[in-house]
């Protein structure tokens, strides 16, 4: 059994752009659609979502190591979620220097001075991997884990449809079998549903989206800090941004944001499990013996999370932080280098990050990043299928991205789940971004 799609039917030039076509029309008919970049609100404008033209082979093993660890992120997540020492000492360097990020700690600190009035807790994450294969057999590691706004569930659902239907025009059934069910959307909402049902609500569930600006409009809390929103009881808020500065324009929007944390509504995330999201965190729980702080009686479990970590090195000031540096400058390719942003496109790379600390060595500036090892996939090759893009074969990193969710009410944790994965390819050319950069297309994982 080959591992994955054969050379001559990448190389068959006719069956390929016979192949393009079928893949966008099957997405299109199965309803599988963006939005486009140039009328970004418009419903009537729409394009097929941006896919690879086949599916990319990952080791069963490796994807089985991902599922099995998932369940343990949420717990981790969940626990870092509810240490507020820890959230302290771990953020305190990050926030002298971050705006946004003390900005956010500041609502967190907030919330724990009026008391956390809601036991009920729902987390929606997604932990992101590559495939790392610098030195000997490919191994799992861990870009970063998503706890807010971690996208994608829904699209990732309706790819293996597409793979398989495309796999099968073109004669690859015995490939074609080997595209697992995925259904991400469905476990996400079925939490989401949980938490709903917890809160204790009476009425079927109905949705509402607002901007931050409507909710500090029209948004109050009651004696009981209950949410309404338009006179309508908010059980579940789930926040579709608020991870980036620019998702607050004003300074009402930072009001909606406190309001709603303080409110007796299931957030997700919470304003704290938002925190245990950011990049400084990662970076801190790589460190000794910290994981064993949230495990302490699990060597297991400790390892199993251990595994998946890639080296992870501090900038604070100090000797730690001057060792960085020197590493960062000498082998700059080996590493990357991360400011605490979200959302694709902030990180820095090369040259530049030996110009970037070459400015901010000596100063507080540098705690606002960390230093991360590059991982170094192999490239494999497929056909990345965008609107308005001429299809041609291309070398490709494949990053692995595997969907959490879970609810704990008090102590009980209700639901913990890992309930389904994204698969996003994008050139080897570009270094960063996502499938809303325009640089990363869905894909399907082809187990082997
Ligand atoms: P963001 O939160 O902005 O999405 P990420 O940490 O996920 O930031 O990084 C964005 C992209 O940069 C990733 O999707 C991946 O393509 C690339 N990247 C990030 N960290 C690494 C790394 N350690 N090695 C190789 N590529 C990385
Ligand atoms: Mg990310």
Known sequence: MAEGIPRELLMNTALINELVEVAKDTAVLQGFLVRIKESPNSTEEVTHAPITLFPTPVPKALFLQAIAVQTHYNTLVDKIS???????????????????TARLFKIHQQVLKRGRLQSIVLGLNRSDYMLDQEDGPSSLKQIEINTFAAASGGLASRMPDVHRHILKVAGRLEESQRIIDNNPAVGLAKAVAKAWELYGSKRNIASIRKYFEDVSESGKLDEDKRLFIDYQ??????????????????????????MMECSLAVKCPDISTHLAGTKKVQQV????GVLERFFPDQPQVVDQVRATFAGLYTLDMGEEGDKTVAMALATPDRFVLKPQREGGGNN?????????????KNSAERMAYILMDKIQPVPTQNYLLRRGKPHKICNCITELGFFGAYVRQGKDMVMNNCVGYLLKTKSSEHPDGGVFAGVAVLDTALLF
Do not use: H, M
């Open 348 to 360: 820095i790379y090369g040259q530049d990050i030996c110009e970037l600390l070459g400015k901010v």
């Open 82 to 100: 509810q240490d507020p020492e820890f959230l302290q000492e771990a953020l305190g360097s990050t926030i002298a220097v971050d705006d946004f």
């Open 233 to 258: 009881e908010v059980a579940v808020i789930y926040f579709r941004n608020g991870y980036s500065p620019q998702n607050y324009k004003s300074e009402k929007a930072w009001e909606a944001r406190l």
């Open 285 to 288: 729980l790589a460190e000794p």
